[in-house]
């Protein structure tokens, strides 16, 4: 357990923390729709069921997130992924994202309505949070169990955060960077050339990762909402809907 006196350790530990925080949000509001037409005596009981089957899910993907990464090439696949994951977090969120998610009566439906969400939309959190794990599933589990009551619990509070201070949002595109450009130098395949290189090519990646996440992100971003506003000056404001 020496290891855990390692500063590198909590790094670790703080970059999953944050890693669940912000790709988490979408989880939170998943299961408030899930449990919107549970009886109030079962909502809490829905949400806690269904956050205990969700956490253990994703530590099981994790775990063989952890397991494949090991084979080469899939460092290479995992760091590209991250790297979209990054630039598409920049981006407007889509009003849309959560309309099929279904609201059940009874709470065995909530609970699998919960689980099955999470972990469909939870691929880019496995990936991201097996990168910053380098291997060790003590890692995973430690920040999970600390970040998934802080998504339910304290949701409303991070969104309102990053909202209110968009730098937040891009921090965190740039951590999923830094975290892609250490894959990509750590694959297998790799290793025989990046093994014996000096510290410093490390870092370089890294913070490679990190400016290509923010850069890209950041004109995707802009470059979306200039079409946006052309739309509308062409199409005009659309009257409101009558139903």
């Given at each position: 357990m020496d290891f855990m006196l390692s500063a590198?350790?909590?790094?670790s530990v703080l970059q999953i923390i944050a890693i669940d925080i912000l790709l988490?949000?979408?989880?939170?509001?998943?299961?408030?729709?899930a449990c919107r037409k549970l009886p109030p005596e079962q909502r809490n009981r829905g949400i806690a069921w269904g956050v205990a089957g969700a956490i253990l899910l994703r530590i099981a993907l994790i775990f063989v997130a952890l397991k494949l990464l090991a084979l080469p090439y899939l460092k290479l696949i995992g760091a590209l992924l991250l790297l979209w994951i990054g630039i598409k977090l920049l981006q407007p969120?889509?009003?849309?994202?959560?309309a099929g998610v279904e609201s059940s009566t009874n709470l065995l439906g909530a609970i699998k309505t919960i689980v099955v969400a999470d972990a469909v939309m939870s691929l880019d959190n496995v990936i991201a949070v097996a990168g910053a794990a380098h291997g060790n599933i003590l890692l995973v589990v430690f920040g999970i169990a600390v970040s998934i009551p802080?998504?339910?619990?304290?949701?409303?509070?991070?969104?309102?955060?990053?909202?209110r201070f968009?730098?937040?949002i891009t921090l965190g595109g740039a951590l999923l960077g830094w975290i892609a450009g250490g894959m990509l130098v750590g694959d297998p395949v790799l290793q025989p050339y990046t093994g014996a290189a000096p510290?410093?090519?490390?870092?370089?990646?890294?913070?490679?990762?990190?400016?290509?996440?923010?850069?890209?992100?950041s004109w995707l971003a802009r470059r979306k909402a200039a079409a946006a506003l052309v739309e509308l000056?062409?199409?005009?404001?659309?009257?409101?809907?009558?139903?």
């Open positions: 590198a350790f909590w790094i988490g949000g979408d989880n939170a509001v998943v299961i408030a729709l969120e889509d009003e849309d994202a959560h802080v998504i339910v619990w304290g949701s409303k509070l991070v969104l309102k955060l990053m909202d968009p730098v937040v510290a410093w090519l490390h870092y370089a990646a890294t913070m490679a990762g990190a400016l290509f996440v923010v850069l890209a992100g000056a062409v199409d005009g404001p659309q009257p409101p809907h009558k139903g």
